[in-house]
């Protein structure tokens, strides 16, 4: 468990119920931030293990589908901490891990207001058959506007049931 650790189910248009272990503060918004920008990718094991060890066993009923990063922001830093963290949860649940999501390069996310990033959000594909039932996994939920994205991508590829969990809810 993270201390302190508040576990959260924000809302989230588009998908069918959202979970997130802890605020994006302190040590949490430290553990994102050496997973994103210093590569510390063991650490996504670290945010996968809170995941599993805090989420209601509901959460996972499906396989394990990790949020798409923007191309120009994978080319950047070599991974995408979403898919490390999914890798490691589908690892820990022994849930299938399925990629099936693409985005393609649109208005980049950080820094845009609310009303905007969900007005205008990612635009995502589904590039394989995507599971009948979907855990969709995040390092960092702020508005949501990726997650709904996403679920929507999903369900126009069949999938009936669209959860998602996150490490941290900003």
Do not use: N
């Not at 980049?108 to 609310?114: A, H, S, T």
């Amino acid at each position: 468990k993270i201390a302190g650790a508040r576990p959260s189910r924000p809302s989230v248009p588009g998908v069918d119920g959202a979970w997130c272990a802890a605020p994006y503060e302190g040590p949490v918004r430290a553990l994102v931030a050496a997973l994103k920008f210093a590569s510390r990718l063991a650490l996504a094991t670290r945010a996968a293990e809170a995941i599993a060890a805090q989420a209601p066993p509901e959460l996972f009923d499906g396989a394990i589908v990790p949020v798409p990063p923007a191309p120009w922001r994978l080319r950047r830093r070599g991974h995408d901490p979403a898919e490390e963290i999914a890798f490691a949860l589908a690892r820990l649940t022994e849930l299938p891990f399925r990629p099936v999501l693409a985005r393609t390069t649109g208005p980049r996310q950080v820094g845009r207001r609310r009303a905007d990033r969900l007005a205008d959000p990612p635009t995502v594909r589904v590039v394989a058959t995507p599971p009948r039932r979907a855990v969709l996994v995040d390092d960092v939920i702020t508005t949501g506007a990726t997650l709904g994205a996403c679920g929507r991508a999903l369900r126009s590829g069949g999938a009936e049931r669209v959860v998602a969990a996150a490490f941290a809810r900003a």
